[in-house]
Every structure is written in C-alpha cells, then in structure tokens.
C-alpha cells in the first residue's frame, strides 16, 4: 500500500507569515492528492483536489502543489483562523490513504 | 445544503457489534460514492470503508476486513457501517462522508461523527 508522509508535524507561525507544509507519497500518484483542514472540535473541510485545484469556497491564499511523489499546501499570509491540522489523502485507488497530519500553530 | 447527519454511536463492549447510520440530505444520494472515516482521539484520519453509488462495490481497510460491512439505502438515502467483533483499537469517531461523484476519489462533504467506545 501506498504510504502518505508529512511534514513537519507541527509549525508555530505568525499572522501574516507565509507557510510551506510537504506530503510525500511512497509511489507515484500522479496529481491524485487531496488537501483537507480540520480545525479542533469540528469535521475535515476540503481544501484542494487534483494536487493544485481549490475547492469552492477557500481563499486563494491557500495554493497546492506537486507531482509524482512530492506536494505542497502553501498558505499566504496565514490567518488566525488557519490555525488547524491538515491532511494530505491519496484520492485514487483503494484505500484512500490520508498523510499523519500537519499541526499549524499561531504565535 | 448538503446535510450528513451519523447516529449509532455508543460505549460498547469488546467483541460485540454496533451498526452506524448517515442520514444524507441536500442531494441525490444515489448519484454519489460514499464512505466512513475515523478519527481515533488525538489521531489523524483513517479511512475505513467505501461504497460506491449503487452498492454494487464496496472497498476495505485491511484491518477491518471480515468485520466490518458497508452499505446503502438509496430509498431512504442513508448509509450504513455494520461493525462486528469490535476491538479497543476500533474506538474513534466515526465520520460519514460523501465523495465528490459516482464512484470513489476526493471527500467532498462530512458529517458531523459518532464516538464509538470499545471498552469492558
């Protein structure tokens, strides 16, 4: 089975700040990634699919990235309300593998 | 609006059975892919189960194949989780969640989640 990576963990940032988070797949998946947001209390959100497309709704300070094996979700100027977890998900072929998550903290 | 609503969820012993339900309303559900996800506390997400728009192929997490059966009602629009010989490990809240089409890729809608408790 495909095996999904982020990093880091965790990241402290500040208001305003711009903010690179990575998610590695152990196969080649092509542009199959999805991006998601869960803030504490609440469910997950959608916030990208097809590696780089914004779902409806999410500010275009949220950008994603990558091919193959290598992605990123860069947040611009990071809001208070950015402050969550966030999961990559490998979306094609079972199972839709989700990444350990990226803990976004505000300072 | 699309709405997914769980209900089912409880404190139940190890080894016996639980069965979840997912209300699903604000679109066609026999038009959509859906599936569970669970969240264990304080851990990330997991995909358990996949349907696909008629029923007529479903998809496993390893662990929970032979155990677990997922399933639909396209007439009442609810999706169903049919967990037996539940472990301590199964303990989580259990999310419903609508892919974006007919068949599987991308979570486009979640509901709310159960907490299920696997605990003697």
């Known amino acids: 089975n495909i095996v999904m990576t982020q990093s880091p963990k965790s990241m402290s940032i500040s208001v305003g700040d711009r903010v690179t988070m990575n998610c590695k797949a152990s196969?080649?998946?092509?542009?199959?990634i999805a991006w998601y947001q869960q803030k504490p209390g609440q469910s997950p959100k959608l916030l990208i699919y097809?590696?780089?497309n914004r779902y409806t709704g999410v500010p275009d300070r949220f950008t994603g990235g990558g091919y193959g094996t290598d992605f990123t979700l860069t947040i611009n100027s990071v809001q208070a309300e950015d402050a969550a977890f966030y999961y990559c998900q490998r979306i094609y072929n079972s199972p839709w593998t989700f990444g350990g998550g990226t803990k976004l903290e505000l300072k | 609006e699309v709405q997914l609503v769980e209900s089912g969820g409880g404190l139940v012993q190890p080894g016996r059975s639980l069965k979840l339900s997912c209300a699903a309303s604000?679109?066609?559900?026999?038009?959509?892919?859906m599936a569970w996800v669970r969240q264990a506390p304080k851990k990330g997400l997991e995909w358990v189960a996949t349907?696909?728009?008629?029923?007529?192929?479903?998809y496993y997490r390893d662990s929970v194949k032979g155990r677990f059966t997922i399933s639909r009602d396209n007439a009442k629009s609810t999706l169903y989780l049919q967990m037996d010989s539940l472990r301590s490990e199964d303990t989580a809240t259990y999310y419903c969640?609508?892919?974006?089409?007919?068949?599987?890729?991308?979570?486009?809608?979640w509901g709310q989640g159960t907490l299920v408790t696997v605990s003697s």
């Open positions: 604000g679109f066609t559900f026999s038009d959509y892919a």
């Open positions: 097809y590696a780089s």
């Open positions: 196969q080649n998946v092509g542009n199959n």
């Open positions: 969640a609508r892919h974006h089409s007919s068949y599987p890729n991308w979570f486009a809608y």
């Open positions: 349907i696909i728009y008629d029923g007529s192929s479903t």
